[in-house]
Structures are given as structure tokens and as C-alpha cells.
């Protein structure tokens, strides 16, 4: 199946600073990923949706300064969170997907810390 | 609206059967997912329906019924490593996913 990486797997940092997470997909060419938060015992929330080489679509409600989308190429995009907060404290989980009809593949997810 | 309700929480026996339901209602219909999500872990894929049926994978079934917007997840022969969420998601008409809260599904020996 394909496989979709994450780095890093969990991150501490200091609130006031920026976190770059990346999502690589390993073996395949993703046309369109997927940056998604999860709070405890929830389920997962939609932040944006990205295509290679175009501007992220957000959803409602997330601040697209603050949450930085960048999908430079087929395989990697990367979410920056800027000016982390301890609310922005969560897991962070990207998907991929090759084509329009297909299913998504998970990483395993950037669990952020913010003290 | 949008929207995709299934049961918040599940208990089953080791060895047992579960049927884990979904209902739905979108703006149009591309397919309905499944997936498994271990605590602390990310989503993998189950099964994907889009036509009316029953789909088996091994000890794992998902059916699908377009016109009473429904689906289930069937487990057979319960093992532990099944206790998990179950994410149901359907794609709507933009090829989005709309996803449920997630069925906990507790297994007990």
C-alpha cells in the first residue's frame, strides 16, 4: 500500500515560536493532501487541503496566517504553526491521495506539545 | 447540512460479532470509507463502498445501501487488537470528505 511519512513524530516548543511539520508521500505522486488536527477523544477536524503547486484551502475557522500550508511539490507539503500557542497543543495528522476518487493515506500523525 | 451520525461507543465479547452503523447525509455521493484508528495512532483505510452491497474483506464486511443513506461495518471473530475507533467518511460531491465522530468500539474478553 502506499506510504505516507511524517516528521517529526512529536514535537515540544515554547509558546511564541513556529513549528514546521512535514508530510512526504513515499510511494506515489500525491495530487492533493490533507492537514488535519485531533484533540483528545475527538474526532479528526479538517484544517485544509492542499494540491501541488496551488494556495491551501482552509476550512472555516482556521487561520490560514497562522496554520502555513506550503505544497511545493508532488510529494511533500509542509504546515508551519506560527506564534504557537498551548490551545494549538494537539496531534497534527496529514493524508494524501493520487487521484480524485480514491482513499486517503494517513501519516502517523506529529504529536505537538506546546509549553 | 452535512451530516454523518454514527453510535459514539460499543461493547463486544472476544470472538463475537459487531455491526458498527453509519447514516448519512450529503451534498451528493462519491463513496463511503472506513476506518480503523488505534488511540494515540493515525486513521488506515478499511474498505471503500460505492455501490449498493456488501463488500467482505477477511474477517471485516462493509454494506452499503445509496438509497437509505446507510452503511455498516461488520467485525466477525472479535480479537482484541479490534478494540479502536471506527471513522466513517463519505465523499460528497466535491470529492471531500465528510467525516463522523467515530464509533469506540470496546472489546471485552
Known amino acids: 500500500g502506499a506510504v505516507v511519512s511524517q516528521h517529526p513524530s512529536w514535537v515540544i516548543c515554547k509558546s511564541g515560536t513556529s513549528v514546521k511539520i512535514e508530510c512526504r508521500s513515499l510511494?506515489?505522486?500525491?495530487?492533493?493532501m490533507f492537514w488535519y488536527r485531533q484533540f483528545p477523544k475527538q474526532s479528526l477536524m479538517l484544517m485544509a487541503t492542499?494540491?501541488?503547486?496551488?494556495?491551501?484551502?482552509?476550512e472555516q475557522g482556521v487561520e490560514k496566517d497562522k496554520f502555513l500550508i506550503n505544497h511545493a511539490s508532488l510529494t511533500l507539503s509542509t504546515l508551519t504553526v506560527t506564534s504557537a500557542h498551548p490551545e494549538d497543543s494537539s496531534f497534527y495528522i496529514c493524508?494524501?491521495?493520487?487521484?480524485?476518487?480514491?482513499?486517503?493515506?494517513f501519516g502517523p500523525g506529529t504529536r505537538l506539545t506546546v509549553t | 447540512g452535512q451530516n454523518i451520525d454514527q453510535p459514539t461507543e460499543m461493547t463486544a465479547t472476544e470472538g463475537a460479532i459487531v455491526q458498527i452503523n453509519c447514516t448519512y447525509q450529503?451534498?451528493?455521493?462519491?463513496?463511503l470509507f472506513w476506518y480503523q484508528q488505534h488511540a494515540g495512532e493515525a486513521p488506515t483505510f478499511l474498505s471503500y463502498?460505492?455501490l449498493d452491497g456488501l463488500e467482505e474483506k477477511g474477517r471485516f464486511s462493509s454494506f452499503l445501501s445509496r438509497s437509505k443513506g446507510y452503511s455498516y461495518l461488520l467485525l466477525k471473530e472479535l480479537q482484541m487488537k479490534d478494540s479502536a475507533s471506527y471513522l466513517c467518511?463519505?465523499?460528497?460531491?466535491?470529492?471531500?470528505?465528510?467525516w463522523g465522530a467515530g464509533t469506540k468500539l470496546i472489546i471485552k474478553p
Open positions: 492542499s494540491n501541488e503547486g496551488s494556495k491551501a484551502t482552509y
Open positions: 450529503t451534498s451528493g455521493f462519491n463513496g
Open positions: 463502498n460505492v
Open positions: 493524508s494524501a491521495k493520487a487521484g480524485l476518487v480514491t482513499e486517503q493515506y
Open positions: 510511494d506515489f505522486q500525491a495530487t492533493t
Open positions: 467518511a463519505v465523499m460528497d460531491s466535491n470529492y471531500q470528505l465528510i
